[in-house]
Nanobody
Framework: QVQLVESGGGLVQAGGSLRLSCAAS????????MGWYRQAPGQQRELLAL???????NYADSVKGRFTISRDNAKNTVDLQMNSLKPEDTAVYYC?????????WGQGTQVTVSP
């Protein structure tokens, strides 16, 4: 089993920045992908960014140029640096780890961006 714990959410004004962190523990294999999704009220969960163990990132168009994903393989952590935040970025943000066709999720952390 894998456990994921997110931290770093909160309230920020538009134009501001936040950094989310996620720590994974449990049975973690050498080949995996980590990433971030978000879900706003009444909307489907949206993929934001994924990163493999080699450090190659992929971003959704909605966050490209504003968000940066990074990971520390030794610590099994993944971070999401969010800049130039907009009110429409308000959502619950979820960390994910994908390995051996299994997709694990954290409990989510709330990000609220005020106008």
């Amino acid at each position: 089993q894998v456990q994921l714990v997110e931290s770093g959410g909160g309230l920020v004004q538009a134009g501001g920045s936040l950094r989310l962190s996620c720590a994974a523990s449990g049975v973690i294999f050498s080949i995996n992908i980590m990433g971030w999704y978000r879900q706003a009220p009444g909307q489907q969960r949206e993929l934001l960014a994924l990163i493999n163990r080699g450090g190659s990132p992929n971003y959704a168009d909605s966050v490209k140029g504003r968000f940066t994903i990074s990971r520390d393989n030794a610590k099994n952590t993944v971070d999401l640096q969010m800049n130039s935040l907009k009110p429409e970025d308000t959502a619950v943000y979820y960390c994910t780890l994908i390995q051996r066709a299994n997709n694990y999720w954290g409990q989510g952390t709330q990000v609220t961006v005020s106008p």
